[in-house]
């Protein structure tokens, strides 16, 4: 089957050949994504605002994995960061992706007091600090920060739309183009204001270490931008296609985690 990682109903993870995996990691205590319920979350006067500085050249191509598609960067030095906000380190940007919906009514992987939105960014980022390959990191409970960010229908986003632009040249899974000039800060909103919650990859491995920073404001994006991600494909070329749509996990339990909020 063209999909790697589908999502059944209940409880199980379709993966390669249909093998069963566990939904969430068994024994997993800090598993993402999840509700954001707004009036749960505790301000924490402690926390510094987020801090981006992103080198546009560090760009480097966009590449559809099967999964969704990702801008990823030359992370062989500290040219684009974040530092600030809940975290200890800086952290270098690995890669930026999506999560989408077949419909407008869902495909965020996070909600708010229960609420989807029609999609979810994602910036990657890895403790370079501490760890000595992305790897490494990925299997260390600081070893991630991703801040999300909600994307929802209204207004065209200009900066959004040279990445639609290029989003039919990778149309098929394991298609890849360069992309080489390009800055993300342009898709994250400038309300300084965040929530920040320790969590998982929402994808396999589902390793324990990411450390979420999800922003209040969503950004706007039009209808046809909306329906750009919905183009693409699950499939590579030659297969039967399947539009790449509903790419989000299901909510998993908040269990033992409370989420601080940077405002009041
Ligand atoms: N949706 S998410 O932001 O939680 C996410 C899933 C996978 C990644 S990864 O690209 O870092 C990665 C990590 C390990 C192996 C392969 C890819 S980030
Ligand atoms: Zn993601």
Redesign the pocket.
């Known amino acids: 089957n063209g999909v790697v990682w589908g999502f059944t109903g209940v409880g199980s993870a379709v993966g390669p050949d249909c093998i069963k995996h566990p939904l969430t990691i068994p024994g997993g205590t800090r598993q993402?994504p999840i509700n954001i319920q707004w009036r749960d979350s505790v301000y924490d006067p402690f926390l510094k605002p987020l801090k981006i500085s992103y080198d546009p050249a560090t760009c480097l191509h966009i590449w559809n994995n099967g999964y969704s598609f990702?801008v990823e960067f030359d992370d062989s030095t500290d040219r684009s960061i974040i530092d600030g906000g809940p975290l200890e380190n800086q952290y270098r940007l690995?890669?930026f992706?999506f999560?989408w919906g077949a419909i407008n009514d869902w495909g965020s992987?996070h909600t708010v007091d229960c609420k989807f939105y029609p999609a979810e960014l994602?910036l990657?980022h890895w403790n370079a600090v501490v760890y000595p390959t992305?790897e490494e990191a990925?299997m260390e409970g600081n070893g991630?920060a991703?801040i999300g960010v909600f994307l929802k229908l209204g207004a065209h986003h200009e900066g959004l739309q040279t990445l639609v632009d290029a989003l039919p040249a990778v149309k098929h899974k394991d298609t890849v183009i360069e992309f080489d000039v390009f800055d993300p800060s342009c898709l994250i909103p400038s309300c300084p204001d965040y929530w920040t919650y320790a969590g998982?990859?929402?994808?396999?491995?589902l390793?324990e270490s990411?450390t979420w920073i999800i922003k209040k404001q969503p950004i706007q994006v039009d209808e046809n931008q909306l329906e750009a991600f919905r183009m693409l494909l699950f499939t590579s070329d030659g297969e039967e296609e399947k539009r790449m749509v509903d790419n989000f996990r299901p909510l998993q339990p908040l269990m033992n985690r409370t989420v601080r909020s940077s405002f009041q």
Not at 200 to 205: C, K, M, R, Y
């Open positions: 993402s990702l690995k890669q992706h999560h992987e994602h990657v992305f990925v991630l991703v998982s990859l929402t994808t396999p491995p390793t990411v």
